[in-house]
């Protein structure tokens, strides 16, 4: 019971960082594009706490600890705001939208980086059985030896 406990806790801990890096990625994105965001928010609502405030943007966190999310102005219409993100560039948009999931390879990319660096090859396979009359028992190999 504790196990699988304790599996769903890291499960959540895991989806969370991964969620939270690619939010930023829009987050920072549309930060540095000149769009007005309101919040960026760990979990989905309904609102737990509110973090700090920075300028104009609200950090939250929420009840549900399944992802996050960033909240634009013009996000979801129009706007009369020339900072929203509906009145921007479609090249603008487009950063913004793709920011997310360009962090989501460049995570892959240094996570598969490091299991390479830190990961020891085996050369060796152990041989348990092989069975008579088998194409490998025709071609001498024996069990328990060590094919290199």
């Not at 194409?135 to 025709?138: E, F, L, R, T, Y």
């Given at each position: 019971m504790i196990d699988g406990a304790l599996n769903v806790l890291i499960l959540l801990v895991i989806l969370v960082g991964l969620?939270?890096?690619h939010e930023l990625g829009h987050f920072i994105t549309a930060k540095r594009a000149g769009v007005k965001v309101h919040e960026f928010g760990i979990g989905f609502p309904p609102r737990a706490a509110v973090l700090f405030r920075?300028?104009?943007t609200t950090y939250t966190l929420n009840w549900l600890?399944?992802?996050g999310f960033v909240r634009l102005e013009g996000e979801e219409g129009e706007s009369l705001d020339k900072r929203a993100f509906i009145n921007q560039r479609l090249r603008t948009r487009l950063w913004i939208l793709l920011a997310g999931v360009i962090i989501n390879f460049l995570i892959?990319?240094?996570i598969f980086t490091l299991i390479a660096?830190?990961?020891e090859p085996t050369w060796k396979v152990r041989l348990r059985t092989v069975m008579d009359d088998s194409?490998?028992?025709?071609a001498g190999l024996v069990g328990g030896e060590y094919l290199r």
């Open positions: 969620v939270l890096l920075r300028g104009e600890p399944i992802g892959a990319w240094v660096f830190a990961a194409p490998a028992a025709v």
